[in-house]
């Protein structure tokens, strides 16, 4: 994280904000998040490496992302995400409070999430 109304000790040092979240994630092995959707706060990220897909659910595009692509992800737009080992995204939150809804995985979607890219 870079900047944050963070409560756990970060190893870098960060500027202490409420409202806003900076940060990197560092996929060191594939991955995917739950399938979601925001009420409040778009989810943006930009991609530094590596490879990142992003699944609209309700109609089912998918977007693929490689390094320098940036996607902003609008409120309650449900959707799942993956990406490929070794990827690192930078991503901006404006929060809300917690606007963090889970929706359900279908047999199709879980078979999208765990197929490689």
């Known amino acids: 994280y870079f900047c944050g109304n ?3 000790p970060q190893l870098l040092p960060f500027i202490k904000m409420s409202g806003l979240e900076i ?3 560092n ?14 706060t778009p989810d943006m990220v930009y991609i530094l490496e590596g490879e ?8 089912n595009e998918i977007i693929n992302l490689k390094k320098g692509d940036f996607i902003s992800i ?4 449900p959707y799942a995400s993956r990406c490929k080992a070794g990827t690192k995204t930078l991503f901006v939150k ?3 409070g917690n606007d963090k809804v889970e929706v359900p995985i ?11 890219i």
């Open 23 to 25: 940060g990197i994630s």
């Open 94 to 96: 404006k929060l809300q």
């Open 52 to 59: 990142f897909s992003v699944r609209i659910l309700e109609t």
């Open 27 to 40: 996929y060191q092995y594939s991955s995917h998040d739950k399938p979601h959707f925001h009420t409040e």
């Open 6 to 8: 963070l409560k756990r």
């Open 74 to 77: 609008p409120p309650n737009v």
């Open 106 to 116: 279908t047999p199709e979607l879980s078979l999208w999430l765990n197929e490689e």
